[in-house]
């Protein structure tokens, strides 16, 4: 099926989104027990752990923050932090202290003050319309708040924008005069139908597919079965091949049934195009380790370009290492959701039966 689908449902007891571009999953939310990634609290400073750089902090309900800010905190002290991440198991909840307000069409930036405009949108007249938006919207606002207007702005009514910029602005104010206190969760994070909502939909969806047995007729528990498994096939007839440890993610490239002389630099440009949509589907972060079929060591900058190439658009922070003196590649993924593995193993008695 061609076409850009939203799917909302539910998944084992869970409510999740699924997003398929072209008939392949592109990307998925599943709920979680844990706070999600955005929620907003205002957190006590705890104590400070100077050989990891950083401090814990109190949440609400006996829950652990870290934040990784080792300066200008005295323990006791409030402060407003957001969830930046997924914890690992008996770990502490990973936050940052740069906050945003998100919504569909703006985000509003407390601390980093300016206007900006999503460079995917080039039309001139488009972009004045929405300077002009900016600026009437910012106006009266503090210094200290900037504005960042999304590529999804570009397409969106002007009352629609100014309406979006205007809310976030008002969170922001009321969420910011709200810093002293008690751990308290003031913002929470956007649930996975209203993640799919902010930042599924642009470019707009071809169809927006909620009704009871979405998941069912558009195959997405079979497609997330196939997540399940370490291995996935490859264009050409090689594989990639994903193993979650504890201390890394283990990958390999194996060429398949092709024995011809560029067989190992073609599976590896397939891996190398696959490897950001697997890791992202199964919820995977950290080291990463690929061990890349044998080929010329002298075609090695063809394989960095298609890595590069492959990550650039993916939105969670990914930082390409580079070879190691053994011939593996080496990058680091932020963790940023939980483990896809974990969620469906483990589904949680906190949350509604489906």
Do not use: C
């Not at 689908?5 to 398929?20: D, K, P, S, T, Y």
């Not at 750089?53 to 006996?62: A, D, H, I, T």
């Not at 503090?142 to 397409?155: F, K, N």
Request: hydrophobic share 45%.
């Amino acid at each position: 099926m061609k076409g850009r689908v939203v799917v909302l449902g539910q998944l084992r007891g869970r409510e999740a989104a699924a997003l398929i571009v072209d008939g392949t999953l592109e990307d998925l939310a599943i709920e979680t027990a844990q706070p999600g990634p955005g929620a907003l609290y205002r957190a006590t400073v705890d104590r400070q752990m100077k050989g990891q750089g950083g401090v814990f902090v109190r949440l609400p309900e006996g829950a652990r923050g870290f934040l990784r800010q080792a300066g200008g905190l005295r323990p006791g002290q409030s402060l407003l932090v957001q969830v930046s991440g997924h914890a690992e198991g008996g770990k502490a909840i990973p936050v940052t202290s740069r906050i945003l307000f998100k919504s569909r069409l703006a985000i509003v930036t407390p601390d980093a003050p300016g206007l900006n405009i999503s460079r995917a949108i080039r039309d001139e007249g488009v972009l004045d319309e929405l300077r002009a938006l900016a600026a009437a919207g910012m106006a009266d606002a503090p210094e200290s708040l900037g504005l960042i207007l999304r590529t999804a702005a570009g397409d969106a009514p002007a009352a629609e924008v100014a309406e979006d910029i205007a809310a976030m602005r008002q969170l922001a104010q009321a969420v910011l005069a709200d810093s002293s206190g008690a751990p308290e969760l003031l913002v929470d994070a956007p649930s996975p139908h209203e993640l799919a909502w902010r930042d599924w939909s642009s470019p707009p969806p071809d169809d927006w597919a909620d009704a009871g047995d979405a998941f069912a007729r558009h195959g997405v528990a079979e497609m997330i079965d196939a997540l399940l498994s370490p291995e996935t096939p490859l264009p050409g007839g090689g594989s990639l091949v994903i193993e979650p440890t504890r201390a890394l993610i283990a990958v390999d490239v194996n060429t398949g049934n092709d024995t011809s002389p560029a067989a190992g630099l073609k599976a590896n440009i397939a891996a190398a195009r696959a490897l950001p949509r697997q890791l992202r589907l199964r919820g995977l972060g950290g080291q990463v380790v690929v061990d890349f079929a044998p080929f010329p060591k002298k075609d090695r900058h063809i394989l960095d370009q298609a890595l590069r190439a492959a990550f650039r658009a993916e939105a969670t922070e990914t930082t390409l290492a580079g070879w190691t003196p053994l011939g593996n590649f080496e990058l680091q993924r932020k963790r940023d959701r939980a483990p896809l593995a974990e969620l469906l193993a483990d589904p949680s008695p906190d949350l509604p039966a489906a």
